[in-house]
């Protein structure tokens, strides 16, 4: 079984929806990050949670929010979902240490109509 | 704040020829520097990392990258390609400092190998 898992892997909807796509660990990381992939941009980090209790904002907030269940699931919702949300959105997660090395999960492709 | 830069975004190459993958960063600081491979329809998975010590960091399947701390370049090489290495590839960078190292990523260079 993959170490970081997503879900849906696909999911279509239309603007003004809420979408809340989830991720689930066995790795034992405490470090979980929401990042998305847009073509010619590469990723960008949308939130990151160094353990249950500590949520921070990325770079590109907005539009988005986060829930930490536990040190295994982190969620991302959007609130109202618009079309320039339509992307590849990735959940990764790594331990404290030497380089914070991060692994990834599948992914979820978006498609906000 | 640190930067990436992989200034081609496609490379097209034939099979069992030599590749390279430029990546070049910006950082004020001493950096850790990573270089993550993604397949059709999959995640990225890590292909392999510079953290310390020797400049040249190999993968299990035949890459190898140096860190050149005066060219500020981190490229990627393979002596001969397989179909199989048709991917997108993401270097990234994290800065060596307390707290969060945040990882910044270029915008990836697409290779593509024919037979």
């Known amino acids: 079984d993959a170490d970081v898992t997503q879900t849906p892997r696909n999911r279509i909807t239309k603007t003004g929806k809420r979408i809340m796509l989830e991720c689930s660990q066995t790795k034992g990381h405490d470090r979980m990050y929401w990042y998305r992939q847009d073509p010619g941009l590469g990723l960008r980090l949308i939130y990151y949670s160094f353990d249950v209790k500590d949520i921070n904002k990325g770079e590109i907030s907005d539009g988005y929010s986060v829930s930490r269940q536990a040190q295994a699931k982190f969620s991302l919702s959007l609130e109202s979902a618009i079309p320039n949300q339509t992307a590849l959105y990735f959940c990764?997660?790594?331990?404290?240490?030497?380089?914070?090395?991060?692994?990834f999960g599948p992914g979820t492709r978006l498609t906000v109509l | 704040a640190q930067s990436v830069t992989q200034l081609d975004s496609q490379v097209p190459v034939f099979e069992e020829a030599p590749v390279e993958l430029r990546c070049n960063y910006s950082?004020?600081?001493?950096?850790?520097l990573f270089w993550y491979v993604q397949y059709p329809n999959q995640g990225l998975q890590l292909l392999l990392k510079?953290?310390?010590?020797?400049?040249l960091v190999e993968s299990i399947n035949g890459f190898e990258a140096e860190f050149n701390k005066s060219q500020t370049s981190f490229h990627l090489r393979k002596p001969s390609v397989h179909i199989s290495d048709t991917a997108e590839y993401f270097c990234a960078v994290s800065e060596k400092n307390t707290g969060f190292q945040k990882l910044v990523f270029g915008t990836g260079t697409r290779l593509l190998v024919s037979p």
């Open positions: 950082s004020s600081v001493s950096v850790y």
């Open positions: 990764a997660t790594s331990v404290e240490g030497l380089g914070d090395t991060q692994y």
């Open positions: 510079y953290l310390s010590g020797s400049t």
